[in-house]
C-alpha cells in the first residue's frame, strides 16, 4: 500500500515548477560516472529476479529467472527457472553480442538491444550493469522536487555508433543517495517509449571491488506506447560471490534445460 501512495506523490511531483539551479556540465558528468560507478561490482553477480507482466486487457504473467553477471568482461546470463513452460530458455551476452536460447527449438537467435525480456516490457539492461557514461552524453534539466525527494532531472543522448535501445532517455536522481529514482526513454522521434520507476535500492559491500554496491531491489516499467502494459522487476538474493569460470558459455546454459 505504501509502494501505491509513493507511485502516486511522483506522478503528482511531475506537476509541480522545477527550480533552475543548474549545475555545470562536467558536474553532470561525474555524476553520471557516479551513478555507473556505485552500480558496478567488478567482480561477478547473482540473483534471483521475479518478473510480473501485466497487460492492458488484465492478462497477467510471471516469471522466476537467474541473473549471473562478471562485469569485469560485461558478461551476462538470464537463465528461467519457472514457470515449467520457460524453464530451460536463456539470454546470454558473449562480446557485447545478446543471444537467446530456446530449448523446445535447440536454437540460439541473436538479439538486438531493443528486444523484449521473454515477451514482457523488461530489456537487456534492466539487468545488466550500468553504463551510462560510456553510452551517452548528458545534459543537465533541472532540479526539481520528485515527491519528498530532490532530484537532478538529466538529459542523455546516445554517443555516434554506440548501439543502445533507447538513443534519448532522461533521469531523475537523488540528491542525497545519487541513486536513480525515474527514468524515461525515448524514440529519436521524441516520442515516448517506457517510464521506468526504481522505488527502493539495496547496498551490499563488494570484495572484488573493496567497496559497496548499490543495486535495485525493484524495477517498475510502463509501456508508453502500449499503454496498460506494465512489468515489475524484483531482484532478490543477491550475491557477490566469484562464480563458476566456465558457466558463460552456450553449453553451460544449454546443459541447464536437459
Do not use: C
Given at each position: 500500500?505504501?509502494?501505491?501512495?509513493?507511485?502516486?506523490?511522483?506522478?503528482?511531483?511531475?506537476?509541480?515548477?522545477?527550480?533552475?539551479?543548474?549545475?555545470?556540465?562536467?558536474?553532470?558528468?561525474?555524476?553520471?560516472?557516479?551513478?555507473?560507478?556505485?552500480?558496478?561490482?567488478?567482480?561477478?553477480?547473482?540473483?534471483?529476479?521475479?518478473?510480473?507482466?501485466?497487460t492492458k486487457d488484465g492478462a497477467t504473467k510471471a516469471f522466476e529467472a537467474?541473473?549471473?553477471?562478471r562485469d569485469a568482461d560485461?558478461?551476462?546470463?538470464i537463465l528461467f527457472t519457472k514457470p515449467k513452460a520457460e524453464a530451460g530458455k536463456g539470454y546470454l551476452r558473449l562480446e557485447k553480442n545478446l543471444f537467446l536460447?530456446?530449448?523446445?527449438?535447440?536454437?540460439?537467435?541473436r538479439q538486438t538491444e531493443r528486444a523484449s525480456i521473454a515477451g514482457t516490457n523488461s530489456r537487456r539492461d534492466d539487468f545488466d550493469q550500468s553504463r551510462l557514461a560510456d553510452e551517452y552524453d548528458a545534459a543537465f534539466v533541472a532540479d526539481e522536487n520528485l515527491g519528498k525527494f530532490k532530484v537532478y532531472h538529466l538529459k542523455l543522448n546516445a554517443k555516434p555508433g554506440i548501439d543502445v535501445a533507447s538513443p534519448i532517455?532522461?533521469?531523475?536522481?537523488?540528491?542525497?543517495?545519487?541513486?536513480?529514482?525515474?527514468r524515461q526513454e525515448f524514440a529519436l522521434s521524441g516520442k515516448l517509449l517506457r517510464t521506468s520507476y526504481y522505488p527502493s535500492w539495496q547496498k551490499m559491500f563488494s570484495k572484488s571491488k573493496g567497496?559497496?554496491?548499490?543495486?535495485?531491489?525493484?524495477?517498475?516499467?510502463?509501456?508508453?506506447?502500449?499503454?496498460?502494459?506494465?512489468?515489475?522487476?524484483?531482484?532478490?538474493?543477491?550475491k557477490l560471490e566469484p562464480l563458476d569460470a566456465?558457466?558463460?558459455?552456450?553449453?553451460?546454459?544449454?546443459?541447464q534445460s536437459r
Amino acid at each position: 500500500m505504501k509502494l501505491r501512495y509513493w507511485f502516486l506523490g511522483l506522478a503528482f511531483s511531475n506537476l509541480s515548477t522545477p527550480v533552475a539551479l543548474a549545475i555545470a556540465d562536467q558536474e553532470v558528468r561525474e555524476l553520471v560516472k557516479l551513478v555507473d560507478t556505485r552500480q558496478r561490482n567488478v567482480g561477478d553477480y547473482a540473483s534471483v529476479v521475479f518478473i510480473d507482466q501485466k497487460t492492458k486487457d488484465g492478462a497477467t504473467k510471471a516469471f522466476e529467472a537467474r541473473v549471473y553477471r562478471r562485469d569485469a568482461d560485461e558478461k551476462l546470463m538470464i537463465l528461467f527457472t519457472k514457470p515449467k513452460a520457460e524453464a530451460g530458455k536463456g539470454y546470454l551476452r558473449l562480446e557485447k553480442n545478446l543471444f537467446l536460447y530456446e530449448p523446445a527449438l535447440g536454437k540460439w537467435e541473436r538479439q538486438t538491444e531493443r528486444a523484449s525480456i521473454a515477451g514482457t516490457n523488461s530489456r537487456r539492461d534492466d539487468f545488466d550493469q550500468s553504463r551510462l557514461a560510456d553510452e551517452y552524453d548528458a545534459a543537465f534539466v533541472a532540479d526539481e522536487n520528485l515527491g519528498k525527494f530532490k532530484v537532478y532531472h538529466l538529459k542523455l543522448n546516445a554517443k555516434p555508433g554506440i548501439d543502445v535501445a533507447s538513443p534519448i532517455v532522461e533521469l531523475w536522481i537523488d540528491q542525497n543517495e545519487k541513486n536513480v529514482m525515474k527514468r524515461q526513454e525515448f524514440a529519436l522521434s521524441g516520442k515516448l517509449l517506457r517510464t521506468s520507476y526504481y522505488p527502493s535500492w539495496q547496498k551490499m559491500f563488494s570484495k572484488s571491488k573493496g567497496a559497496e554496491v548499490y543495486m535495485p531491489k525493484e524495477i517498475r516499467v510502463f509501456d508508453e506506447v502500449d499503454k496498460g502494459n506494465a512489468t515489475t522487476v524484483a531482484l532478490r538474493e543477491v550475491k557477490l560471490e566469484p562464480l563458476d569460470a566456465n558457466m558463460f558459455t552456450k553449453a553451460w546454459l544449454e546443459s541447464q534445460s536437459r
